[in-house]
């Protein structure tokens, strides 16, 4: 492991031991309780959930539920188990039926509750997302059938007008196939892990992450034109100007990776000097 790259993983590490520990654990009366709905803008709505510093209240990243004429589109679905969850927190505030699934990235807390949506479902993530959840457990055996079909490259469309729907890809960071949302008519985006929380970088390098690349990664979804408000992969709802100084905070955090190797000091010797910049504080 380069040592540049030793922070932001022992961060992506920890978060990531979380999750297999909620998988196997199953949900909790606390976390299900943690699992609210809430209005962001009209017809869409998250289901929160505590993030991983409560292990005991752990529900998964935050579910973006857009209603539009068609059905309810799902962004993420929270660890296993969570699906009835979710589809009794939609009833809340629609009848319509859940009729597609985007997954923003591969981790078993946004696509854990896929299967309790059936087969018929659409679910659409990146096509290196595909091939990530393909080689997960969760997806073998008979919920081979869960894998998404349907994948895109760069950018995809869904939808017209007030139920349109941008898909982005911007290159690696949180993994190599981390999906932006943008719900175009509400100037809203759903990040997905690559703004999890306000933290050092989360990666997870054995499916292709990179903290060194995610810094431009963000700063190209922080350009997407006509968005304010952010839905984050597990914190409450931001802003576009909070995207942007995370952009800029991780860029701050490589650069300063890459100055210490130059420098020649040891993992330690950077870890023991390493400080937020006053600017990022918070």
Same mark, same amino acid.
């Given at each position: 492991m380069k040592r540049g790259l030793v922070l932001g993983t022992l961060i992506g590490v920890g978060a990531l031991s979380l999750v297999v520990s909620g998988q196997a654990q199953g949900p909790s009366a606390e976390a299900i309780k943690a699992a609210q709905i809430e209005k962001v803008k @009209?017809?869409? *709505?998250?289901? #929160?959930?505590? /993030?991983? @510093?409560?292990?005991? #209240?752990?529900?998964? /990243?935050?579910?973006?539920?857009?209603? &539009?004429?068609?059905?309810?589109?799902?962004? @993420?679905? !929270?660890?296993p188990g969570f699906g009835p969850t979710i589809l009794e927190r939609i009833k809340t505030v629609t009848n319509k039926p859940?009729?597609?699934?985007?997954? &923003?990235?591969?981790?078993?807390?946004?696509?854990?509750?896929?299967?309790?949506?059936?087969a018929s479902v659409e679910t659409i993530v990146h096509e290196n997302t595909r091939a990530n959840m393909a080689k997960m457990p969760e997806f073998s055996g008979a919920n081979a059938k869960f894998v998404p079909k349907r994948t895109y490259k760069d950018k995809l469309t869904l939808g017209s007008g007030k139920d349109q729907i941008d898909l *982005? *890809?911007?290159?690696?960071?949180?993994t190599n196939g981390d999906t932006f949302v943008v719900f175009t008519a509400l100037r809203t985006m759903h990040t997905g892990d690559m703004f999890a929380w306000k933290a050092l970088p989360y990666v997870d390098a054995e499916n292709g992450g990179s903290v060194l690349?995610?810094?431009?990664?963000?700063? !190209?979804?922080a350009a997407v034109p006509n968005v304010d408000t952010i839905i984050n992969g597990h914190i409450p709802v931001g802003t576009i100007s909070d995207l942007k100084t995370y952009a800029d905070f991780t860029q701050d955090f490589a650069d300063f990776a890459r100055a210490s190797? !130059?420098? /020649? !000091?040891?993992?330690?010797q950077?870890?023991?000097? *390493?400080k937020v910049a006053p600017r990022f504080k918070g």
């Open positions: @009209d017809n869409l *709505y998250i289901i #929160t959930g505590s /993030g991983a @510093d409560n292990q005991a #209240t752990f529900s998964g /990243g935050n579910v973006a539920v857009f209603i &539009t004429d068609a059905g309810v589109t799902l962004v @993420d679905t !929270k660890l859940v009729t597609r699934i985007i997954n &923003t990235h591969t981790h078993g807390d946004h696509t854990g509750g896929n299967p309790a949506f059936g *982005y *890809y911007f290159g690696r960071g949180h690349e995610q810094p431009q990664s963000l700063a !190209k979804a190797m !130059k420098a /020649g !000091k040891t993992v330690e950077a870890a023991a000097e *390493y």
